[in-house]
């Protein structure tokens, strides 16, 4: 698959980008409970590095160097010939490595009970994490009243 | 020159084994995890972060326990990991206007849209010890309300619309990076915001309220100062498209600032930027204070006897790992060095005494 496609290049980016930002003990357990792993070869054993981050200067401006982040990638081949690639954040090779599968399974006839059972929990619970946050931040949003100090009689 | 003098390494090794001991503590009391620091000591793990430029919370967590929370040592840790790591890719520039806010206050407008959100702040705390803390006891949960999903205007938006805030120029320009290429002055903006944007905290703080009381008087409000979780996307070059790598909790400040305009510039509002990992907003509103003092050249100022405007000063002193390493180098041993100082000081006695007693007793036969 090549992202050649806009509409499978915008699925793909929505799906390893969703395993890039998941816990990765999460990512670990969901893939696992789909059953035991099918053999793989690695075109790329599990590599960490870092990805500087870049932004703006005031925001919008001239970009600039913030800082670098931890970042790990690995690519993989199923039997089938399927190619996965993984990068996720952080250090772990173990989530790079479901991360991966994921991206390759996906590119199967697997790809709807790959969905149902690792995708859309994550994007749930990402959905959640991010809401919860929201509502909390909302809570703290201040209503100011104004007191009439009845200086214009 | 140079002489080679060995020995000590029994008594490194001891040293080095009663550290260990003495970070571990009383064995008595449990050790604290990694885990918890991250969550309990989680802005000494922001700035850890930030100061050590590598964003990885577990890492931070590991290099302030290997360092018995001493933040400078934790930072250079961080710092020492980071050079063993490859570099993938950079990240496309992250849109700050998108961010998922926890908090966002503005000092300039009361009805900014999208409000004055307080977030998690120590701000109208009364600074009282809380000893239900040292009791160990949970506080109760805070409470939540239906949030706008929509992201937050930028403040500067409204003062921009208006023209009397200078625009930030645009661009895609790839930005020099200070871990590739050595400082050199005068540096672009982009170079001094990487460099402050991993400054040492206390330096940019006291810099920054030097300008304040009048040591290069620029006059910031606090435009906005927002923190809260914004997306990294990478191009995957194998692939030819860009994902959602990752999310980094950021924290900006964007001061705007009296400005009578100059020759080349009207009478408006300047602008510094801050811009750092983690909950971070005192080094935030610092850096963009500092920043703003920098641009001094670019906006015509005089700024001249304000160090905070002092590129190659600045510049040249705000990395705390850099001024760690050379500060603390002169307490190893200088035996040979001192040995020379201590042959020139008494060679230099020995020519003054000389020098007194030959002229002494020229006095003595003058007067015969």
């Known amino acids: ?153 | 020159m140079y002489v080679a003098v060995k020995g000590g390494e029994a008594a490194i090794d001891a040293a080095h084994a009663w550290l260990a001991e003495e970070r571990r503590g009383d064995p008595a009391v449990p050790a604290p995890t990694v885990a918890q620091l991250r969550e309990g000591m989680a802005l000494a793990v922001d700035r850890v972060m930030a100061e050590g430029s590598l964003y990885d919370p577990d890492l931070a967590a590991l290099a302030i326990l290997q360092a018995r929370g001493d933040l400078v040592e934790a930072i250079f840790l961080l710092r020492a990991f980071r050079t063993t790591l490859p570099r993938l890719a950079a990240s496309r520039p992250v849109d700050t206007g998108a961010m998922r806010a926890d908090r966002r206050v503005s000092a300039i407008f009361k009805d900014v849209p999208g409000g004055q959100v307080l977030g998690p702040t120590f701000d109208y705390t009364h600074r009282l010890l809380d000893f239900a803390l040292a009791a160990g006891v949970d506080p109760p949960p805070a409470p939540g309300a239906p949030a706008d999903p929509a992201p937050l205007p930028r403040v500067a938006e409204a003062l921009g619309a208006e023209g009397l805030l200078q625009p930030e120029p645009p661009g895609d320009a790839t930005p020099p990076d200070l871990t590739r290429e050595p400082l050199e002055l005068p540096a672009p903006r982009a170079l001094r915001l990487q460099v402050l944007a991993r400054g040492d905290e206390g330096f940019l703080l006291g810099l920054a309220y030097s300008t304040q009381r009048g040591y290069g008087r620029t006059h910031a409000f606090v435009g906005e100062l927002r923190t809260g979780a914004v997306s990294v996307e990478v191009e995957i070059p194998e692939l030819g498209l860009a994902i959602e790598l990752g999310e980094v909790v950021l924290t900006e400040c964007e001061t705007v600032n009296q400005f009578a305009g100059s020759r080349t510039e009207p009478p408006q509002f300047t602008r510094g930027y801050g811009l750092s990992f983690g909950r971070a907003e005192r080094r935030a509103l610092a850096m963009a204070l500092v920043d703003r003092a920098l641009r001094a050249r670019e906006l015509g100022e005089d700024l001249s006897g304000a160090p905070a405007g002092d590129e190659e000063f600045v510049l040249g002193h705000c990395d705390n790992v850099q001024a760690t390493g050379f500060l603390e180098h002169i307490k190893l041993p200088h035996y040979v060095d001192f040995q020379a100082e201590l042959e020139l000081v008494r060679r230099l006695r020995r020519e003054a005494e000389a020098a007194r007693a030959a002229g002494e007793s020229a006095g003595r036969e003058a007067a015969e």
Do not use: K
């Open chain 1, 1 to 153: 698959m090549t992202a050649d496609d806009p509409m499978e290049a915008s699925e793909r980016r929505a799906w390893m980008g969703l395993c890039a930002r998941a816990p990765a003990a999460r990512l670990c357990e969901l893939v696992a409970a789909m059953g035991p792993p099918e053999p793989v070869e690695w075109l790329r054993r599990p590599e960490t590095g870092t990805v500087m981050i870049r932004a703006r200067a005031g925001g919008t401006g001239a970009p600039f160097h913030l800082g670098e982040m931890t970042a790990t990638r690995g690519t993989l081949r199923l039997s089938c010939g399927t190619v996965g690639h993984g990068w996720v954040q952080g250090r772990d090779r173990a989530a790079c490595e479901a991360a991966a599968r994921v991206d390759a399974a996906m590119q199967t006839p697997r790809a709807g009970a790959v969905r149902r059972a690792v995708l859309d929990p994550l994007a749930a619970e990402e959905e959640a994490r991010r809401r919860a946050r929201a509502g909390r931040a909302a809570a703290t949003r201040v209503e100011f009243f104004t007191l009439a100090r009845g200086e214009d009689e």
